[in-house]
């Protein structure tokens, strides 16, 4: 055993679940590298052993992407900054770095990422592999912020990834899946930290749709989120500003996003999933519950939101102009149907890139995400949503749950082809596979 694997360091056994609990995995070794070199050479290891090998974040991707009964990387010792070079506005990172603290650096550098998602828990590299998102009229996901990228091959190579180096394989692996390999660092583009003011405002449901492109065109960032049983929606604007700053007060910061969207968000979900009956009038007092705010801050104090129900999702891509009537449709099921939802339904939305496996590929796009509390019976309403969203030419977040395989998104990815050529030639005994890359990427 070579030093650089002997130092890697190694659970033989254990039980992996993902954060919403819906996945588990029993890899045959869990092991936690603390470089590149670490990671090859557990590759080769796994080889000659005839194992398969998957990397594994924080667990909040909903999907089995990285289950496995092979070795299981885990990311915790992949983690840190390794190097800001402010000339050329970016950061180098390692891929287990947790989102948060990536934000937190970067802040405290006079630096910021130039959108995000709302949750900031994931580790980078899970993140990006997934294509996690925030929303925005011009600026794109966090996988769209990747200038470069390092990658362990299925033949234990290292290999530096940049628009101008390996081009291809960079253009793939910035939303791999963990297909080609395993990334082991990331280089983002950031820019000095800027200040946003966010625009808190409840807005009925048929103002919201009849004004989507309209409040979409004016706002660099817009999302909303509709509470099914009802009428009413909650927005949000982002747009940056010149300040001063005009953060929220402490006090009422743990008033909305802690007690209730959190403390009493947990409670009425608890309680619905014991009386769905009652999930209706939950969801009406519910609607009501959050007041209108604006405020002003750095950009990951106003992207970023804490998430502590736990619940599952499925988010498909849909192209910007069949939104509303996908929504409207969304409403009619959930309003003829005997379903009961208690958690809102967030849409966001993306511009077009140029990312093989992107859900924004090639096409503006607006995201549709349906949610249910952890341990509620969730396939009837996922399986009405998924129906809509497929008839649209939707495409799934690969984080999320969703039924797809690769015969249909070889039909809505006009790059599909493309990926798994490329993961032919890195990987052609599938070192890296599972069953669900078995499922959406073919044998």
């Known amino acids: 055993m070579s030093n650089s694997t002997a130092s890697a360091r190694t659970r033989r056994s254990g039980t992996w679940r993902n954060w919403a609990g819906n996945v588990t995995a029993r890899p045959a070794e869990q092991i936690a590298p603390g470089s590149a070199e670490e990671v090859a050479a557990a590759v080769r290891r796994a080889a000659e052993k005839g194992l398969r090998v998957k990397a594994a974040g924080t667990g909040h991707s909903f999907t089995a992407a990285a289950a496995t009964d092979g070795v299981l990387i885990r ?3 992949l983690a840190g900054v390794h190097r800001i070079d402010r000339a050329a506005g970016t950061v180098t990172v390692g891929a287990g770095t947790p989102l948060k603290q990536l934000n937190s650096a970067l802040a405290g550098e006079g630096l910021s990422l130039t959108n995000m998602g709302d949750i ?41 990834c940049s628009p101008q180096e390996n081009p291809e394989v960079f253009a793939a692996a910035r939303i791999g899946l963990g297909a080609l390999g395993v990334v082991t660092s990331l280089t983002f583009e950031v820019e000095p930290v800027f200040l946003l003011t966010a625009r808190e405002e409840p807005m009925g449901f048929d103002r919201v749709t009849a004004s989507f492109d309209e409040l979409w065109a004016e706002n660099e960032h817009f999302e909303f989120y509709w509470f099914p049983h009802t009428g009413n929606c909650n927005t949000k604007r982002n747009n940056r500003s010149p300040g001063p700053p005009r953060p929220l007060g402490r006090a009422g910061a743990w008033f909305e996003d802690e007690f209730l969207s959190n403390g009493v968000f947990e409670v009425a979900n608890r309680l619905g999933r014991a009386v769905p009956s009652a999930v209706p009038a939950i969801a009406r007092v519910s609607s009501r519950a959050l007041s ?23 988010e498909y891509a849909l192209p910007r102009e069949a939104v509303v009537d996908a929504l409207r449709e969304l409403r009619s099921v959930v309003d003829r149907s005997g379903l009961r939802i208690s958690f809102p339904v967030e849409v966001r939305t993306a511009p077009a890139d140029d990312i093989p496996l992107s859900t924004a590929c090639g096409r503006d796009s607006a995201y549709i995400a349906v949610h249910m509390f952890r341990g509620t019976p969730y396939r009837a309403y996922f399986t009405a949503a998924e129906r809509i969203f497929t008839a649209y030419g939707g495409r799934p ?18 790059r599909f082809g493309e990926f798994r050529e490329l993961r032919n030639r890195l990987d052609p005994e599938r070192r890296f596979h599972n069953d669900y890359l078995r499922r959406i990427l073919g044998g």
């Open 75 to 77: 990311p915790e010792r």
């Open 120 to 160: 900031m828990e994931q580790t980078v590299s899970g993140a990006v592999g997934t294509g996690t998102h925030g929303t925005g009229r011009e600026s794109g996901s966090l996988a769209a912020q990747v200038a470069a990228l390092e990658l362990v091959t299925a033949d234990g190579s290292v290999l530096t």
């Open 292 to 314: 209108p705010r604006t405020y002003t801050d750095i950009p990951y104090k106003v992207f970023t939101s804490p998430r502590r129900v736990r619940f599952v999702e499925m």
């Open 397 to 414: 977040h690969w984080g999320k749950i969703h039924t797809r395989d690769a015969e249909y998104l070889d039909g809505v990815y006009p």
